[in-house]
């Protein structure tokens, strides 16, 4: 990140280099943080959840990505990640999910 500032393609997700970057700065904060499977495309950086360092995600990335890897419709995806994803209480260091506004 520079100048604390992500980094986003033309597609408005952010670039491979700096996924990891925020990755391995959520790891350095939080070693215990989860990681939601298959989703590293969606992830928008480190949150706080109950003064926890957490993983924050674009649910709109998400849906797409369960809509490119799995081929699931509109629909489907969007049913899928708000029961089995954004529901999902996996202990305290859940990622936040981030729908834009």
């Given at each position: 990140?520079q100048g604390?500032?992500?980094r ?7 670039a491979?280099?700096e996924m990891?970057?925020?990755?391995g ?5 939080n ?5 939601a ?8 950086g480190?949150?706080?959840?109950n003064?926890n ?8 990335k998400?849906?797409?990505?369960f ?10 995806a969007?049913e899928?990640f ?6 999902a209480?996996v202990g305290k260091?859940?990622?936040?999910f981030?729908?834009n506004?």
């Amino acid at each position: 990140m520079q100048g604390g500032r992500i980094r986003r393609n033309i597609y408005g997700c952010i670039a491979w280099g700096e996924m990891r970057k925020v990755t391995g700065r959520l790891i350095e904060v939080n070693p215990e943080a989860m990681l939601a499977d298959g989703l590293d495309k969606a992830i928008i950086g480190v949150g706080s959840r109950n003064g926890n360092k957490v993983a924050v995600y674009s649910s709109e990335k998400c849906i797409e990505v369960f809509m490119e890897n799995d081929g699931m419709s509109y629909e489907d995806a969007m049913e899928y990640f708000t029961f089995n994803t954004e529901g999902a209480y996996v202990g305290k260091y859940t990622p936040i999910f981030k729908w834009n506004d």
